[in-house]
């Protein structure tokens, strides 16, 4: 069963780390590409997330699926992310123009068994790249293939919130929203909610969040669909 990318609400932050823990990464974000991707989307792509966790002090590492393991890494979460698709501008040269607009369709899932949210996720690359590839019209490949990057990173971080949280809910506005517009996944800067970025950071700090009875009395009562879903216009409404 698939259920949303979602959202959790903030809580009061707590102390700092100690300086001696401050560079460790807590996340560890396992990932693999269909196809291979272009360098300069992987470091767009990885540089846009740990922009969007700086405000909240979140630090992660990123490690190829099949790259070998390190038995002394020690990481507090961990999560396993697959793009699916052609992640590329550049391989898909005019394809585009011959494809149906996607809005309105699941742009990522998240694996949940017997209710309980596992940090198992993918994002497809092909609807992500139709949907925003008209923002990006005069711009040539590789600018448009480290636009598809920053993107790539705004759904991933949804969804690793997702799994950090372990709700079904979204929030209201930001990056947790049920549902993003073109306009919002290539503008310049897309972020989380102040409530989220609190909820990070008090994950962050300790490695837990708020009670879930108290976060779910603030975010939006309906359950979303089964996926993080793409607007059909560029205005932000509040699903």
């Known amino acids: 069963m698939k259920i949303p990318l979602i959202a959790l609400l903030a809580i009061s932050t707590a102390s700092a780390l100690c ?27 990885q540089t846009e997330l740990s922009q969007i966790l700086s405000d909240s002090g979140l630090r992660v590492t990123w490690r190829a699926l099949e790259s070998p393991r390190d038995g002394s890494e020690d990481f507090r979460a961990i999560a396993v992310v697959r793009f699916h698709g052609t992640c590329s501008f550049s391989q898909n040269a005019g394809d585009n123009e011959r494809e149906p607009d996607p ?61 950090l949280s372990g709700s079904e809910l979204h929030a209201k506005s930001g990056i947790a929203r049920s549902s993003h517009s073109s306009a919002e996944l290539t503008a310049p800067t897309f972020t989380f909610a102040q409530t989220e970025t609190n909820w990070l950071r008090a994950w962050a700090l300790n490695g837990m969040g708020q009670p879930m009875g108290a976060a779910e009395a603030r975010t939006e009562s309906a359950r979303e669909p089964d996926s993080l879903i793409l607007e059909s216009s560029d205005s932000v409404s509040g699903r």
């Open 19 to 45: 300086a001696a823990n401050w560079n460790t990464p807590q996340l560890a974000i396992y990932y693999s590409f269909d196809t291979s991707p272009p360098a300069v989307l992987v470091t767009e792509m």
């Open 103 to 163: 809005a309105g369709k699941p742009l990522a899932e998240t694996e949940l068994v017997e209710g309980r949210v596992l940090p198992f996720g993918g994002v497809d690359c092909n609807t992500l790249r139709r949907f925003i590839a008209p923002k990006l019209n005069a711009e040539d490949a590789g600018r448009k293939d480290a636009d598809l990057g920053r993107a790539i990173a705004r759904v991933t971080a949804h969804e690793i919130y997702h799994m």
